[in-house]
C-alpha cells in the first residue's frame, strides 16, 4: 500500500497497517509494518509515530488491524467486547499525557459495549469496531482542515495591521502528527494558501528535534517560507518584533485553558506575553479533558535520559559528560492567562476574562 505522499505518517487499508518511523526523518523514510496492539504500543512508546492525534489514531488502527486478522475467536459478542476493552486500555497505557488516546478508547469501547448490547456474534463486534476506528482517521484531517481555515480567519482578523504574518511554532504539529494537514502547522498552512504568511519559524525542539527534523520537513516539503531557529532563539527573535503571532499544538488541555505540550511551550509563552506577543493554541476537541479543572492534574510524561545524553534522541552517540543525572520531562503546563486563543475544528475559544477560558461552555454550545 503506497502512502500518497513522503508526509503521511499513518498508511492504512482494511487489514494492515504501517506507520512511518519519525525516528528516522528526514533522512531516511522507512514504514513499519503493524500487525497488532502490541506492535501499535511499542511504536508509540518508541516514537515511532507521536503527536497526540496520531498516536490515537494509530493506537485504534492497529486493534483493527489485530482483530481483522484473527484466525479465530471462540468466543460470545460480550467476550469480544473484553477482549477489546483490555486491548485498548493496555494501548492507552503506551504514553501518558496526550489526552486523544484516552478519549479514542472510551469512544470505542462505547461503540463495542453498544453493539454487545445487540450482537450475538464476536464477529459483528469486530466489525463495529474496525469501523469505528476506520472513521477516527477519516474525521482526524477534516477536523484538522476545519482548524486551519478557523485560525487563519481569525488571525486575519485579530491582526489585520500586520500585512503578512510571522508565525513562531513549536515541536511538529503537522501531518506527521496527525492523520493529515496538521493542527498548529494546519494554520500556518491555510494563513500560506491565503497568501497571508510573510514567514513560519520553527524552533529544533530538543530533545527529540521534532522540529528540525519533521516540521522543518513539512515546511521545505510544501515550500512554505521557512526559517530554523534554536529552542533558545525564541525570545530574541521575539525582541526583534520579527514575530507576529506563535501557535502551538496541545496535548492535554483542562477545563479552564491550562495546555500541556512539548517541553518548552511554557517557555514561549512567557517570552510572548513579555513581548505582548499573542499566543494560540490550535488543538481539535479530542484534545480537551473536561474531567480536570487545571493544568494541575496533568500527568507529565518523563521520557529516558538518554534522550538528552545521545543525539538523534538517545539512538545516536554520545554527547553529554558520562555520570550526570538528567531531568528529561517531554511537556510542560502553560497556564491559561498566557494563552490568547484556542484554535478548534468548531471554532476559536476566546476568553471571558484575562484569566481562564469557559470550555465546557463552548463545547456545550457547539455540540448542540
Ligand atoms: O512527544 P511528541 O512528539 O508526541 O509531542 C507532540 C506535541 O507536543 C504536539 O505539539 C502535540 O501532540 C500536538 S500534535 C498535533
Not at 486500555?89 to 462505547?110: C, G, H, I, M, Q
Not at 504539529?173 to 497568501?195: F, M, N
Not at 496541545?250 to 517570552?271: H, P, Q, W
Request: proline share 3%.
Amino acid at each position: 500500500m503506497e502512502p500518497v505522499s513522503s508526509l503521511q505518517s499513518i498508511c492504512y487499508k482494511r487489514g494492515s497497517l504501517q506507520l512511518l518511523d519519525q525516528r528516522k526523518l528526514p533522512l531516511e523514510t522507512i514504514y513499519l509494518d503493524i500487525q497488532d496492539a502490541a506492535d501499535g504500543w511499542s511504536a508509540i512508546r518508541d516514537m515511532v509515530v507521536r503527536g497526540a492525534p496520531a498516536i490515537a489514531i494509530a493506537a485504534a488502527l492497529s486493534l483493527a488491524v489485530e482483530v481483522f486478522n484473527l484466525k479465530a475467536f471462540n468466543g460470545t459478542s460480550d467476550d469480544a467486547a473484553s477482549f477489546i476493552n483490555k486491548k485498548l486500555e493496555y494501548l492507552v497505557s503506551s504514553r501518558p499525557t496526550a489526552v486523544n488516546l484516552s478519549d479514542a478508547a472510551t469512544k470505542l469501547k462505547e461503540v463495542t459495549s453498544k453493539a454487545a448490547a445487540t450482537a450475538s456474534e464476536a464477529q459483528s463486534i469486530f466489525q463495529a469496531y474496525i469501523e469505528a476506528a476506520e472513521i477516527m482517521l477519516k474525521d482526524d484531517v477534516s477536523s484538522n482542515k476545519a482548524i486551519g481555515s478557523y485560525g487563519a480567519s481569525f488571525l486575519q482578523h485579530q491582526l489585520k495591521n500586520s500585512k503578512r504574518l510571522s508565525i513562531l511554532t513549536h515541536c511538529n504539529t503537522g501531518s506527521l502528527a496527525t492523520a493529515g494537514y496538521g493542527t498548529a502547522l494546519g494554520v500556518i498552512r491555510a494563513v500560506h494558501t491565503e497568501g497571508l504568511l510573510e514567514r513560519a519559524y520553527c524552533t529544533e525542539t530538543r530533545p527529540f528535534n521534532q522540529g528540525s527534523r519533521l516540521t522543518a520537513f513539512e515546511l521545505v516539503h510544501d515550500n512554505i517560507p521557512a526559517t530554523l531557529i534554536a529552542d533558545s532563539a525564541a525570545a530574541a527573535l521575539m525582541k526583534d518584533g520579527r514575530v507576529d503571532a506563535v501557535i502551538v499544538g496541545a496535548d492535554r488541555v483542562a477545563a479552564n485553558g491550562d495546555t500541556a505540550n512539548k517541553i518548552g511551550t511554557y517557555s514561549l509563552a512567557l517570552c510572548a506575553m513579555n513581548h505582548k506577543i499573542p499566543f494560540y493554541v490550535a488543538a481539535p476537541l479530542t484534545s480537551i479533558d473536561l474531567s480536570l479543572t487545571s493544568g494541575k492534574e496533568i500527568v507529565i510524561e518523563e521520557r529516558s535520559p538518554k534522550e538528552l545524553t545521545h543525539s538523534g534522541g538517545g539512538l545516536g552517540e554520545q554527547v553529554a559528560a558520562s555520570g550526570i543525572s538528567v531531568w528529561n520531562p517531554a511537556f510542560d503546563v502553560t497556564p491559561a492567562n498566557l494563552i490568547a486563543g484556542i484554535i478548534t475544528e468548531k471554532g476559536v475559544i476566546t476568553k471571558m476574562s484575562s484569566d481562564a477560558f469557559d470550555i465546557k461552555d463552548f463545547v456545550q454550545k457547539v455540540d448542540q
